[in-house]
Nanobody, 119 residues
Framework: QVQLVESGGGLVQPGGSLRLSCAAS????????MGWYRQAPEKQRELVAA???????NYADSVKGRFTISRDNAKNTVYLQMNSLKPEDTAVYYC?????????????WGQGTQVTVSS
C-alpha cells in the first residue's frame, strides 16, 4: 500500500504561483513513477506532469514552460511548481503514483487539493 498526501493548493491571482507537494509513505520502494493530474468541473481528469524513476519528465502541452515537476527522494516527496497561473488552471489537483509489486500494477491517488486562479 502507498499513501499520498497533497498540500499547497489555494487561491491565487492570474499570473501568480503556487507549489504543490505530495508526500508518499508506505511501500514507496514499489513506486516507479509519480505524477500530477487535475480535474476541472464537468471535465475529465487529465495528466498535468509526470516524473518516472530515472526518466525524463513530461508535461501536458497546456502547462509546458509554466509548470515544473520535481522530486526529493530523501523526503519521498514530489512537487509541482506552477508559475504564470491562468484561470483555466483552476481544478482539483491529484497526486498519483504508479506501483508494481509481485508483478502486479497498482495506481494510487491522493485526496486532491483545490487550486483556484481568480482575481
Amino acid at each position: 500500500q502507498v499513501q499520498l498526501v497533497e498540500s499547497g493548493g489555494g487561491l491565487v491571482q492570474p499570473g501568480g504561483s503556487l507549489r504543490l507537494s505530495c508526500a508518499a509513505s508506505g511501500s514507496i520502494f514499489s513506486i516507479f513513477a509519480m505524477g500530477w493530474y487535475r480535474q476541472a468541473p464537468e471535465k475529465q481528469r487529465e495528466l498535468v506532469a509526470a516524473i518516472p524513476n530515472g526518466g525524463s519528465t513530461n508535461y501536458a502541452d497546456s502547462v509546458k514552460g509554466r509548470f515544473t515537476i520535481s522530486r526529493d527522494n530523501a523526503k519521498n516527496t514530489v512537487y509541482l511548481q506552477m508559475n504564470s497561473l491562468k484561470p483555466e488552471d483552476t481544478a482539483v489537483y491529484y497526486c498519483h503514483a504508479d506501483s508494481i509489486w509481485g508483478g502486479n500494477y497498482t495506481g494510487y491517488w491522493g485526496q486532491g487539493t483545490q487550486v483556484t486562479v481568480s482575481s
